[in-house]
């Protein structure tokens, strides 16, 4: 008999009994216990878990566990928990959740290029103006990360007749995508982008890397699409460029602070679309299958999935 599965997240009780039956459907022969309801012996003997953002408190009571499978894509939040432990940490990764994130860089894309911002603006004040045609293999947009998402959002924005660059920490090749790293590449994709979009994970490297000097680098007018983490941009300087209308508009999923305090100077701005961290959520059933498909091969093989790597922060 394998040693009992714990569930650890800051899930609500429905989460929590949501997560429980998709995670049972997918592996039937495993006994998934959340951490509740884990008696002295069971916790001795977890040695693997799954986590969405879990209780460093409760991780510390499961003295043999080895590895832990995140039920999200970014882990900053169990990096900065657990970094500095023996906790082996795989975080998901998921074909179903790049599609999403292709789908939603789209439409986002699409709503900056077809000027709904300032139609939108126009029929409040009830002004009747064509807005200039610019067609969209005359825009470039510019990816800040190349990874799953990043790849996949390429592929689609590519599809979709825009031009497309993109900048990596490691130099890549992705047909159709001009690919560029390191500190004058990204220069380069700011002064080049019609709209950029940020995909990056939080790291202590991306932290406030659109701060008031690279925004200044981006092409006058330039719109930015931030579906990634909000500790990508610096907020004040955000504030600024969008008042001096060097940014043009941005669409915000994700915030320093989530959710964002009711005071904050985004809510009523009128360059800023807001979204409550939607542009991909994790669908259970796939991320499921996933979790049953790398536990399945760690109990015939022994092999843990390619872990997040702690140095790096990603
Ligand atoms: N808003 C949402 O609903 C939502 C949903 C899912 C995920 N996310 C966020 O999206 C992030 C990206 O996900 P992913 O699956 O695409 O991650 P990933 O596969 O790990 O890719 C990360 C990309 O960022 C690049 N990168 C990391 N640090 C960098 C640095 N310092 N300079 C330049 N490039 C850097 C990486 O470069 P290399 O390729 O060279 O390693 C890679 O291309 C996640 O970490 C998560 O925070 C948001």
Redesign the pocket.
């Known amino acids: 008999m394998n040693p009992v599965i714990a569930l650890l997240g800051d899930f609500s009780e429905t989460e929590r009994s949501q997560w429980l039956n998709h995670l049972r459907a997918a592996m039937p022969d495993e006994q998934i216990l959340p951490f509740a309801e884990l008696n002295p012996t069971q916790k001795e003997l977890v040695e693997f878990a799954i986590v969405a953002n879990p209780d460093p408190a409760q991780i510390a009571e499961l003295p043999n566990l080895v590895w832990a499978h995140s039920l999200?894509?970014?882990?900053?939040k169990i990096i900065a928990n657990f970094g500095q432990g023996s906790l082996q940490i795989v975080r998901l990764?998921d074909p179903n959740?790049?599609n999403l994130?292709a789908e939603a860089c789209l439409a986002w894309t699409l709503y900056l290029h077809r000027a709904m911002p300032t139609y939108r603006q126009q029929q409040q004040t009830q002004t009747w103006q064509q807005q200039p045609y610019i067609a969209a293999q005359d825009r470039t947009i510019g990816l800040?990360?190349?990874?799953?998402?990043?790849t996949a959002v390429a592929k689609r924005l590519l599809a979709n007749g825009f031009k497309v660059a993109g900048?990596?920490?490691?130099p890549?090749l992705l047909a159709g995508c001009d690919c560029y790293?390191g500190d004058a590449g990204l220069d380069q994709l700011l002064a080049g982008s019609d709209i950029v979009i940020g995909?990056?994970?939080?790291?202590p490297?991306?932290a406030g890397?659109l701060n008031r000097t690279r925004l200044a680098k981006l092409k006058p007018g330039a719109s930015l699409i931030n579906?990634?983490?909000g500790s990508l941009i610096e907020q004040d300087a955000l504030l600024d460029a969008l008042d001096s209308a060097q940014v043009e508009h941005a669409v915000l999923?994700?915030f320093d602070k989530e959710p964002l305090p009711k005071d904050h100077a985004y809510w009523h701005h009128a360059q800023v679309t807001l979204l409550p961290?939607?542009?991909?959520?994790t669908q259970p059933d796939s991320a499921s299958q996933i979790v049953a498909r790398h536990l399945a091969d760690f109990r015939q093989t022994g092999r843990i999935p390619a872990t997040v790597d702690l140095v790096?922060?990603?």
Do not use: C, Q
């Open positions: 999200w894509a970014g882990v900053e990764i959740l790049a994130m800040l990360g190349l990874g799953k998402l990043g900048w990596s920490r490691t890549k790293n995909l990056l994970p939080a790291t490297d991306t890397l579906f990634g983490r999923d994700v961290h939607i542009s991909a959520p790096r922060g990603y």
